[in-house]
């Protein structure tokens, strides 16, 4: 059984740059969610998203971030012009239903650094 | 917002000897989940408690949840090396509007245990 799978696993790029991160989610499970993780730090929430849809964004910030999550293929979390506080880890988790009782399985991040 | 909080920081013990982990958290919720991290990779699911269970096991990890307090804890037995990690609580808020999928991590317990 495949997990949640992240690429790249790291990643650096200059102030900026663009930084794309591509999360597939366990075959079947429909609900992504991405998560950041500065160093020291527990995850935050940055958003969930549904095949097609955007559910719930507000973790995310409202300028240089973007994410889907197309009928086909992975979900892509996409920071435009990176800064230094950029830098961290970036985890995607999935699960089979956005309901309470279902855990979510992470990926292994993509550690995003701006030099 | 709600946010779950581990306690100890840091933890350091004789392989052999339990490890118990404390997290309080501040509203209401539908479950409370733990989480473990080895260095610079991506989270291992442990347990799932739900808010109307007191306590449950898995193997080695024994978990408890008094929704009075607002708190829980993770004992693992008989510790090993390889249990050497952080470990993160991690709450959802139904009350929130946020969403019950949004999970909130506290910051963790670095575990260290010595052979």
């Known amino acids: 059984n495949a997990g949640v799978m992240q690429n790249p696993r790291h990643l650096v790029r200059r102030r900026g740059q663009e930084a794309r991160l591509r999360c597939s989610p366990v075959?079947?499970?429909?609900?992504v969610y991405w998560y950041r993780q500065l160093p020291e730090e527990g995850l935050k929430f940055m958003v969930y998203?549904?095949?097609?849809?955007?559910?719930?964004e507000s973790g995310m910030p409202k300028e240089r971030f973007s994410a889907e999550f197309p009928k086909e293929g992975p979900s892509i979390l996409r920071i435009q012009q990176v800064v230094r506080g950029d830098s961290a880890a970036y985890f995607c988790?999935?699960?089979?239903?956005?309901?309470?009782?279902?855990?979510?399985?992470f990926g292994p991040g993509t550690r995003l650094t701006v030099t | 917002s709600q946010q779950g909080e581990e306690d100890p920081q840091a933890l350091s013990i004789q392989e052999g000897e339990n490890a118990t982990m404390n997290c309080s958290y501040k509203?209401?919720?539908?479950?409370l989940q733990w989480y473990r991290q080895n260095s610079g990779r991506g989270l291992v699911h442990l347990i799932l408690?739900?808010?109307?269970?007191r306590e449950k096991h898995s193997g080695r990890l024994r978990v408890t949840l008094d929704t009075s307090k607002k708190s829980s804890s993770l004992l693992i037995t008989a510790s090993r090396a390889a249990d050497t990690a952080s470990y993160f609580c991690?709450?959802?808020?139904?009350?929130?509007?946020?969403?019950?999928?949004?999970?909130?991590f506290g910051k963790g317990t670095k575990l260290s245990v010595i052979p």
């Open positions: 998203l549904q095949k097609e849809n955007i559910i719930d």
């Open positions: 991690a709450t959802d808020d139904p009350y929130s509007g946020a969403g019950s999928y949004q999970l909130t």
């Open positions: 509203t209401s919720i539908n479950n």
């Open positions: 075959k079947g499970h429909s609900h």
């Open positions: 408690i739900r808010s109307n269970e």
């Open positions: 988790a999935s699960s089979p239903s956005g309901q309470y009782d279902y855990e979510q399985y």
